[in-house]
């Protein structure tokens, strides 16, 4: 499956941003999502988990992003939403999503969020 996100930019500290990731397989329903981001000047094994929503719409955050952070699917547009709100400046990188099915994962090319004013 090929996940595309979207949605990334500059946002001032305390502002919001919405991600997006859509997939191009119309079985999107049976893969568990998820939420990855990786600081800038970090390797790829840095990447840091930020949320996860399962099959079911089980969702889990990060203690980093937990209250601040709402992560959502719609299997019927094939796209899984992160919504962040209170923007910090650690907060800055890119985002990857992460499609997980039959034992075989799935990431996105990344959008770049960059908190700063």
């Known amino acids: 499956v090929k996940l595309v996100e979207s949605g990334g930019g500059l946002v001032q500290p305390g502002g919001s941003l919405r991600l997006s990731c859509t997939a191009d397989d119309k079985i999107f329903s049976i893969y568990h999502l998820g939420w990855f981001r990786q600081a800038p000047d970090s390797q790829r094994d840095q990447r840091e988990w930020?949320?996860?929503?399962?099959?079911?719409?089980?969702?889990t955050y990060a203690d980093s992003v937990k209250g601040r952070a709402t992560i959502a699917r719609d299997n019927a547009k094939n796209t899984m939403y992160l919504d962040l709100n209170s923007l910090k400046p650690e907060d800055t990188g890119v985002y990857y999503c992460?499609?997980?099915?039959?034992?075989?994962?799935?990431w996105g090319q990344g959008t770049l969020v960059t908190v700063s004013s």
């Open positions: 992460l499609g997980a099915a039959e034992g075989v994962e799935n």
């Open positions: 930020v949320a996860r929503i399962s099959t079911s719409g089980e969702k």
